[in-house]
């Protein structure tokens, strides 16, 4: 007799729950995932205890009929794709049928629906169906998940913690929101709201709720593409950075990925103004034809394949750094004192009392009293000034030029100080001369590259074996450079001659860094090795910390900055000089 067996449908769905509900966050983001496929403009989600206790989605889209909403929970049924053709041509969000029936396996269900002629309600216990029938209700889809993994136990002990799992289920939930502003989110959890849109179709509102005003307002809109290409949404100004890709938020056809090679062309795109540590604040939808894309990899369908992904790098690589470049500035330092509620816990069980503000007609210091005291303070205080709210309409970033620049003197040999029309300007003498120097030395490469001359005594490397197999792949990447390496040996590598733009540098250091990228990188791009070298030149070349310059020193810097192509950062991502509003100083002055 023999062993294999065909595996019952609970078992075969409880093993595809495994893929595809990994935790609350998946079923948040496949349930949301079929109510923007269900055409809603509102979509509600609600959460107890991250999810583990209790997930609802409620939305306002088309709704089911009742023999569709009990089909829905059978394996592979759905209404996104029908024939083989389809999966080459997915527009929508969902297609495999595999979430539903994945979900009600491992977790008691309840199916709420009206599609505006009938309206039912299903109920589902770990597979089993309990109930069928109609059941009166909205227009659109309610959905209930509880008892998540109670009876897979070793799933649920794998769970992190509830404020863990509900910064996930936040965090898809805000990028559902990015990526569909024309949408109205809400997300509520254990009883309070922390997230909600307006559904306006306005994404830099989306960017304000979640991100705040500054940002919003330093946010520069792209709109542009290729034939195959769209690409809509917001790169941020790179005086705003993140200490991790998360702010990377990237969507082909409305769907959230997690493209690699997009994030790091994206990356690469702000190379030149934010340091090798930080990463940017990007919101882009890109569009093309379904043709281009293939979602069916995972079942969790966060990863895609491209078939013109190079073509969408360069794409982005060329647009980015020009928008970047047509509206950068100089940062804001932001002195405004934020007054924050105080917040007085009587012991760790008891609700945190918040403290009423009320400002001194006299001091104009806010004062900060306790409820049952408020009427006494009031009666002592003659005016409470009303503070006034004014909505503020949040614009992108305008294009501006190089400011004009006044020197008013150097401060402890590091900066120069300057007036302009803004305000005060302190800009960093060793970075702006990092800049002017990065840009001669591109400058002069490009005019020298082919002007060889030849070493009386070849300069010889010694490395590893890997890197000398890897002999034809280095000279590819460094052939903008003007050198050749040849191989001697099995571990050395030698240079005959070199470009005339190299005259000035210490050459042994020089290549032996440049063979070094090498180690650790196994993707080495022409323009990343150009910008490194090129870089540590220009700082080797530049004014040093805590040396005094005259007044025409300091004007010759300011001056070479100013004609500098892209003079706010220098080759490192570091800002070369900040700007003190104006408005800001005189507040600080009581002005």
Known sequence: ???????????????????????????????????????????????????????????????????????????HATSKIKKTQDLWSIKTLGFRGEALPSIASVSNVVLETNNSVQSTRV???????????????????????????????????????????????????????????????????????????????????????????????NSIVIDDGDADYKIKG?????????????????????????????????????????????????????????????????????????????????????????????HIQAPLVNMERVVKEKIEVQSLFEEPI????????????????????ITQVVEKIETIIPIEIKEEVIRPLPKKEFPRLRIVGQMHGK??????????????????????????????MENTKHTMTSCLVPHMLHTSNDLVRRVDEINDAVVSLGIVFEVFGDDSLIVRELPIWLHDIEVEVFLQDLIDIFKNDTEISKSKIRKHEIATMACHHSIRFNRILNETEMNEVITQLAECEQPYHCPHGRPTFICIDAGRLEKEFYR
């Open 415 to 444: 900066y120069i100080l300057c007036e302009g029309d803004e305000g005060l300007y302190i800009v960093d003498q060793h970075a702006a001369q990092e800049r002017v120097h990065y840009e001669q030395f591109l400058n002069e």
């Open 1 to 75: 007799m023999g062993v294999i067996q065909e595996l019952d449908t609970q078992l075969t769905n409880m093993i595809a729950a495994g893929e595809v509900v990994e935790r609350p966050m998946g079923i948040v983001k496949e349930l949301v995932e079929n109510a923007i496929d269900a055409q809603a403009t509102r979509i509600d989600i609600t959460v107890q205890q991250g999810g583990i206790q209790s997930i609802q989605i409620v939305d306002n889209g088309a709704g089911m009929d009742g023999e569709d909403a009990t089909k829905a929970f059978q394996r």
């Open 234 to 326: 917001i790169c941020v100004h790179p005086q705003f950075t993140r200490a991790t890709r998360n702010a990377i938020s990237v969507f082909l056809n409305g769907r959230m990925v997690r493209p690699y090679r997009i994030q790091k062309a994206i990356t690469d795109s702000y190379s030149n103004y934010i340091p090798n540590d930080r990463y940017p604040i990007v919101v882009l939808d890109i569009t093309m034809d379904s043709q281009l894309v293939d979602v069916n990899v995972h079942p969790s369908k966060w990863e895609v394949r491209l078939s013109k992904e190079q073509q969408l790098e360069y794409l982005l690589r060329e647009l980015i750094p020009s928008a970047i470049g047509n």
């Open 123 to 217: 109920e589902i216990q770990y597979g089993q169906l309990i109930s069928a029938k109609p059941f009166p209700c909205n227009q659109g889809t309610m959905i209930q998940v509880s008892g998540l993994f109670l009876k897979t136990p070793a799933r649920l002990k794998h769970l992190k913690s509830v404020p863990y799992e509900n910064s996930l289920i936040s965090d898809v939930v805000q990028k559902f929101a990015l990526s569909h502003p024309e949408i109205a989110f809400s997300l509520t959890s254990d009883g309070k709201q922390s997230f909600k849109t307006s559904g306006s179709n306005d994404l830099l509102e989306v960017v304000f709720q979640l991100y705040g005003k500054d940002i919003a307002k």
């Open 354 to 373: 918040v403290k009423p503000l009320v400002i001194k007609e006299e001091t104009k210091e806010p004062v900060y009293v306790a409820d049952e005291k």
